[in-house]
């Protein structure tokens, strides 16, 4: 069952689309800003936030086994730093259809984005990102769907967590082994409006941003 899939929340995500007005992204925070529990996990609590220098130096009563988890997720340039501040940078966001070239958004340049989708495809969804600076832990995406101004959908998916490499592009789609659906019927195709946001187990708002996604009865 796609709903309770490792451990998170993951809702059907209908939709996708994009403009990127102060407006939209101010609503989108005051929206995605609420909390959403982790599946069978209430009490979870984020582990508190610590630099790379912190974490490389600490070495006293760590085993063998913790200190080579610790050198992975650092890596080899964990000491490296950017002239950007940002510590998630988001260079892409679409989806990868089964039976279709996949359609992805460029986060990198400005202006409205906008997506069409064929009705009753099966989907997932891609996110690329680099991770710079620091260490960021429980990086997760989530978005609220809207149809002419009526919530239909909401939804979160957990992306994990990384250590800095400015040179990398992280891909990861999910859900990670299922497909999602895309609506289908009369009713169904219309324009819907996604706000969506990444943020992380620290509550860092790394971006927040709204986009459009057309569900057509095909593709063009």
Same mark, same amino acid.
């Given at each position: 069952?796609?709903?309770e899939?490792?451990g ?5 995500p ?5 403009s ?11 929206d ?5 529990p982790?599946?069978?996990?209430d009490?979870?609590?984020p582990p508190?936030?610590?630099?790379? $220098? ?6 006293e ?17 964990? =000491?490296?730093?950017t ?7 988001? %260079? +892409?966001?679409?989806?990868v259809?089964?039976d ?6 460029d986060?990198?340049?400005?202006g409205p984005?906008?997506?069409v989708?064929k +009705?009753?495809?099966?989907?997932r969804l891609?996110f =690329? ?13 989530k ?7 009526i919530?239909m959908?909401?939804a ?9 490499d400015p %040179?990398?592009v992280? %891909? ?7 497909w +999602?659906?895309?609506?289908s =019927?009369m009713?169904?195709r219309?324009t819907?409006t996604?706000k969506?946001?990444f943020?992380d187990?620290?509550k860092? $708002? ?5 986009f $459009? ?5 095909d593709?063009?």
């Amino acid at each position: 069952d796609n709903d309770e899939q490792h451990g998170q929340v993951v809702n059907k995500p209908s939709d996708l689309a994009m403009s990127t007005s102060a407006d939209d992204a101010a609503e989108a925070v005051a929206d995605l800003s609420l909390e959403t529990p982790r599946v069978g996990d209430d009490d979870y609590k984020p582990p508190e936030a610590k630099s790379v $220098e912190e974490l490389m130096a600490m070495k006293e009563g760590e085993d063998e086994a913790l200190q080579r988890y610790k050198a992975s997720l650092l890596g080899a340039t964990a =000491g490296a730093k950017t002239d950007d501040p940002r510590r998630v940078v988001i %260079t +892409e966001v679409g989806i990868v259809p089964a039976d279709h070239p996949p359609i992805m958004l460029d986060m990198t340049a400005q202006g409205p984005k906008k997506m069409v989708i064929k +009705e009753g495809c099966s989907y997932r969804l891609q996110f =690329g990102f680099r991770v710079q600076n620091e260490l960021v832990s429980g990086l997760k995406y989530k978005h609220v769907v809207t149809r002419k101004g009526i919530k239909m959908d909401r939804a979160e998916e957990m992306l994990g967590s990384y250590g800095p490499d400015p %040179t990398k592009v992280n %891909t990861v789609q999910v859900p990670r082994r299922d497909w +999602e659906t895309a609506p289908s =019927g009369m009713m169904a195709r219309a324009t819907y409006t996604i706000k969506a946001a990444f943020l992380d187990d620290d509550k860092v $708002e790394h971006l927040t941003f709204s986009f $459009e996604l057309d569900v057509k009865k095909d593709w063009a």
